[in-house]
């Protein structure tokens, strides 16, 4: 069964650093590449990272350089640290699932949690 519960987001100033958590299901860490969407409002869902069963990551555009995706396999726990935040990067952050990673990366997740908010303040 999948299961995804985001943690960590919350306010922040441009520059500034934010950590997400997700603690999966054992099944879905197992089984599915995991990473991280995002939706803004009135805009369409995007795929930020992505982290595989062997680690390997990839990234959106935007969060090459400033964010970094990793995982605790003890803790079944997904991460995404954000560093040099911007106003852009506002947004509701969910964990997200599916058999591919690239399906997480375009923004079409199978599966995701019930999201976390980032605002970043100019």
């Known amino acids: 069964q999948v299961q995804l519960v985001e943690y960590g987001g919350g306010s922040v100033q441009a520059g500034g650093s934010l950590t997400l958590s997700c603690v999966a299901s054992?099944?879905?860490?197992?089984?599915?590449?995991m990473g991280w969407v995002r939706q803004a409002p009135g805009k369409q869902r995007e795929g930020v990272a992505t982290i595989d069963s062997y680690g390997s990551t990839r990234y959106e555009d935007s969060a090459k350089g400033r964010f970094t995706i990793s995982k605790d396999n003890a803790k079944n726990t997904l991460y995404l640290h954000m560093n040099s935040l911007k106003p852009e990067d506002t947004a509701m952050y969910y964990c997200a699932a599916h058999d591919k990673c690239r399906a997480v990366l375009a923004g079409m997740p199978d599966y995701w949690g019930q999201g976390t908010q980032v605002t970043v303040s100019s």
């Open positions: 054992e099944y879905t860490y197992i089984h599915y590449c």
